[in-house]
């Protein structure tokens, strides 16, 4: 690093939120967390309240709370106050259609502004807010409404047309469609509704433990589950924004992940407002050339994104950004799949500053794990719990859950319950619910390792773990490695039954543009992965494909892999996007 860079980057930590993270850990509490926040009268409160009403009661409702950029590259702006009055708008009109507290309201929109609107103003209402990925076709859309009891959605006309209309007879629960840009039949018009509602709604007070979002989970490992959060959950949103993605108030901030996910709500909408930022939304689909135009004009100060899209930057080449130097840029952070440590020394060289993963999952509702701006990073790790959040390395057998004593001995991630986001159930799966649970500790379903210093090391997800002549391998270590490789873009690895050794290790591997597959290179590879790995976890077999199965949130689908090369049902796809090529 130059010692411009070295200066930078010890400034940027002293200034840090939290400039130092024993301290933080040893004096945080939920309970004074809490009182961060602004709250209702007689002990309630309203995530609404917090993300709006509260800045406007702090004078701050001029500022602009949201940009959004179309896909022409049109900007319009919506001010704190703006955003109440609309917002405030929508829960009147959900009351004048009889959507009563408690009720559920769907969206499936794409990036727009009514998306955001509609999400606040349902809050704002009482109502249960559940966002669905625009891209998804009509039989998860009428599964995901069936489960969670749908009563009124929002969405376009086009999408209505393609996907809702079709199903809407097996839905007799959902009284009410309303389009954003037209009226047909048997549709509200949210023009019309808007128009005739008055710009001031009294927010219901809630009591914390009631609840307010319903999120599916991305799919990865098998049929998506439907998570409950309740109010509470913003003093999570409010503190994790805070500490984990360093947010301040003012600051002009971008998170690319979609609405239709958890991350696109915990952090694309609830703790960027809460804490009183300018939040970018971008309209259109990823396109390198774009997002370090938004970085640079926008003058982004805080950036959140995921693995995906930074191989995707990757993968477009350095030249893009020779010219660029992005000077109000303070933070990158990323999160959803495992980050290659290439990835992270790639965002050094190119940003001057590493990307900072964290951990979570749809069922913690906000950031566990989290590499924070006052800390080394070490790439390749997750970084440190929380403030807050007692993590373990668990090993689960008939007795039950035992935190493991062993240095980097790998186990279960698991967690102690208590903080306020966490999932209060899966609707309607009471018992796949409570087998997350273990001798006090909630089980993540992910396998980790912690070093002496603390930090967290993802290691696979314990369906994708492989287990080969007696060796525990994860996939994440073997994918980076080849990752490393200038040839390389992107890698899924999986297990394949072997009667010798178990599994041995396969690894289908996507290479950079240009670049032609051969044996050669095959070859050039393998030997790659044994001189970093081993023998042993090096793979056995590598294929080449252009293009990996994803899901919709862009993670990489390891058991479509595994179902295909042993010619297994494929399972659950309703959350496939891009298939193998
Ligand atoms: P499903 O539970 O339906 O199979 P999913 O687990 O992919 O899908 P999400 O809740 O969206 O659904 O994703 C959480 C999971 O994503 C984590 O359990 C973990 O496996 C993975 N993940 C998230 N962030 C990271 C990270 N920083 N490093 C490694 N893995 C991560
Ligand atoms: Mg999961």
């Known amino acids: 690093m130059s010692n411009d860079l070295i200066a930078k980057s010890s400034a940027r930590r002293s200034a840090a939120n939290m400039p130092d993270y024993e301290a933080a850990r040893a004096t945080f509490t939920w309970p004074a967390a809490k009182q961060l926040l602004n709250g209702?009268?007689?002990?309630?409160?309203?995530?609404?309240?917090?993300?709006?009403?509260?800045?406007?009661?702090?004078?701050?409702?001029?500022?602009?709370?949201?940009?959004?950029?179309?896909?022409?590259?049109?900007?319009?702006?919506?001010?704190?106050?703006?955003?109440?009055?609309?917002?405030?708008?929508?829960?009147?009109?959900?009351?004048?259609?009889?959507?009563?507290?408690?009720?559920?309201?769907?969206?499936?929109?794409?990036?727009?502004?009514?998306?955001?609107?509609?999400?606040?103003?349902?809050?704002?209402?009482?109502?249960?807010?559940?966002?669905?990925?625009?891209?998804?076709?009509?039989?998860?859309?009428?599964?995901?409404?069936?489960?969670?009891?749908?009563?009124?959605?929002?969405?376009?006309?086009?999408?209505?047309?393609?996907?809702?209309?079709?199903?809407?007879?097996?839905?007799?629960?959902?009284?009410?469609?309303?389009?954003?840009?037209?009226?047909?039949?048997?549709?509200?018009?949210?023009?019309?509704?808007?128009?005739?509602?008055?710009?001031?709604?009294?927010?219901?007070?809630?009591?914390?433990?009631?609840?307010?979002?319903?999120?599916?989970?991305?799919?990865?490992?098998?049929?998506?589950?439907?998570?409950?959060?309740?109010?509470?959950?913003?003093?999570?949103?409010?503190?994790?924004?805070?500490?984990?993605?360093?947010?301040?108030?003012?600051?002009?901030?971008?998170?690319?992940?979609?609405?239709?996910?958890?991350?696109?709500?915990?952090?694309?909408?609830?703790?960027?407002?809460?804490?009183?930022?300018?939040?970018?939304?971008?309209?259109?689909?990823?396109?390198a050339v774009r997002w370090y135009d938004i970085l640079d004009q926008e003058a982004v100060n805080v950036w959140y994104t995921a693995p995906t899209a930074i191989r995707m930057l990757m993968k477009a080449g350095r030249d893009m950004v020779a010219e660029r130097d992005f000077p109000a840029l303070r933070f990158m952070a990323s999160v959803g799949e495992p980050l290659n440590p290439e990835a992270v020394i790639w965002g050094n060289d190119v940003f001057g500053m590493p990307f900072h993963d964290n951990w979570w999952q749809t069922e913690t509702g906000g950031i566990m794990i989290a590499n924070y701006a006052s800390m080394d990073v070490k790439p390749g790790s997750m970084g440190k719990p929380l403030p807050g959040i007692e993590a373990g390395i668990v090993e689960v057998d008939e007795t039950g859950a035992h935190e493991a004593t062993k240095p980097l001995a790998v186990g279960e991630l698991a967690l102690r319950p208590g903080w306020p986001s966490m999932m209060r159930g899966y609707l309607h799966e009471q018992a796949r619910y409570e087998k997350c649970f273990k001798d006090g500790w909630y089980l993540s379903g992910d396998l980790a390792m912690r070093d002496s210093d603390g930090y967290y090391w993802f290691v696979g997800r314990s369906d994708d773990v492989i287990k080969s002549a007696g060796h525990l391998i994860g996939p994440f270590e073997v994918e980076s490695a080849l990752m490393e490789h200038p040839a390389v873009t992107e890698v899924g690895v999986i297990g394949i039954p072997d009667e010798t050794v178990g599994e041995i290790v396969k690894a289908y591997v996507a290479l950079k543009p240009g670049i032609e597959p051969s044996d050669e290179l095959r070859l050039e590879l393998t030997g790659h992965a044994r001189k970093r790995l081993g023998p042993a976890v090096a793979p056995k077999e590598i294929v080449f494909r252009t293009n990996l199965p994803k899901t919709r949130s862009g993670k990489i689908m390891r058991r479509l892999l595994k179902a295909r090369e042993l010619r297994l049902p494929e399972g659950d796809i309703s959350t496939l996007e891009s298939d193998e090529k």
């Not at 502004?113 to 009509?138: H, N, R």
């Not at 219901?204 to 098998?222: D, I, K, N, V």
């Not at 690319?256 to 609830?270: H, K, N, R």
């Open 40 to 287: 209702m009268p007689d002990g309630k409160l309203n995530i609404a309240n917090e993300a709006i009403e509260k800045h406007i009661q702090q004078g701050r409702g001029d500022q602009i709370a949201l940009r959004w950029i179309s896909k022409a590259g049109e900007r319009v702006d919506f001010t704190y106050s703006q955003l109440d009055a609309l917002t405030s708008k929508f829960a009147n009109s959900l009351r004048n259609i009889g959507v009563e507290k408690g009720e559920r309201v769907y969206s499936l929109l794409g990036r727009t502004p009514e998306l955001y609107i509609a999400a606040l103003g349902t809050l704002k209402a009482g109502s249960v807010y559940c966002p669905l990925f625009s891209a998804f076709g009509p039989e998860p859309i009428q599964s995901r409404m069936e489960i969670g009891g749908a009563k009124a959605l929002i969405t376009s006309s086009s999408l209505y047309r393609r996907k809702v209309k079709g199903i809407r007879a097996n839905l007799p629960e959902l009284r009410e469609v309303i389009l954003i840009d037209k009226e047909l039949d048997d549709t509200r018009s949210y023009e019309t509704l808007m128009e005739g509602a008055p710009e001031v709604f009294e927010t219901e007070p809630m009591q914390a433990e009631e609840t307010a979002l319903l999120h599916f989970t991305s799919g990865t490992t098998g049929k998506p589950k439907g998570v409950v959060h309740v109010h509470e959950a913003v003093v999570a949103h409010n503190a994790t924004g805070r500490l984990a993605l360093d947010l301040r108030p003012g600051d002009i901030y971008w998170c690319t992940a979609d609405p239709g996910w958890v991350t696109g709500t915990s952090y694309g909408i609830i703790a960027p407002l809460v804490i009183g930022v300018t939040m970018i939304v971008d309209a259109a689909d990823f396109d």
